[in-house]
């Protein structure tokens, strides 16, 4: 018995590091951890895309009513007439309206969609407003 619990205290008191299995099951356990969390943030990134775009269809449908609401009768017939597409200016941050961009040099892009579903539905996002006023913004083809 006296043996056994020197045994045991000579174990015990021995002063050493991590073995090469439990440094082993620790990276497996953090790879596995990984494994799992990647396409979590996958899909949470899509979703944030996702926002980002209907986002910039929001501005561009507020953008387009105010200006059908505050416009003269010659600016509601050009926005009746066609499609119009929306642009931003990296600089300032605001948003324009516009049948051709207002100015590639000056930082206005015109906006793309990021989203997966998104960019099946078209290139660019599209803005037509109706005689009754309704402004409608789809992801569309040039």
Not at 46 to 53: I, L, S, Y
Not at 73 to 98: I, M, P
Request: net charge positive.
């Amino acid at each position: 018995m006296k043996k056994l619990k020197e045994k045991l205290s000579a174990k015990l008191s021995k002063k050493g590091g991590f073995t090469l299995v439990e440094m082993l099951i620790v990276v497996a356990i953090i790879a596995i951890l990984i494994a799992v969390s990647i396409p979590m943030m996958n899909n949470n990134l899509e979703k944030a895309k996702h926002g980002v775009d209907e986002a910039n269809k929001r501005s561009a449908v507020g953008l387009a009513s105010t200006l059908y609401l505050a416009g003269s009768d010659q600016e509601r017939t050009d926005l009746e007439a066609g499609s119009y597409k929306y642009f931003v200016n990296n600089n300032t941050h605001q948003g324009q309206l516009a049948k051709t961009n207002p100015g590639a040099s000056d930082g206005w892009v015109e906006i793309a969609p990021q989203c997966a579903a998104c960019k099946a539905e078209g290139s660019g996002l599209s803005i037509v407003a109706d005689t009754n006023g309704a402004v409608t913004a789809k992801w569309a083809n040039p």
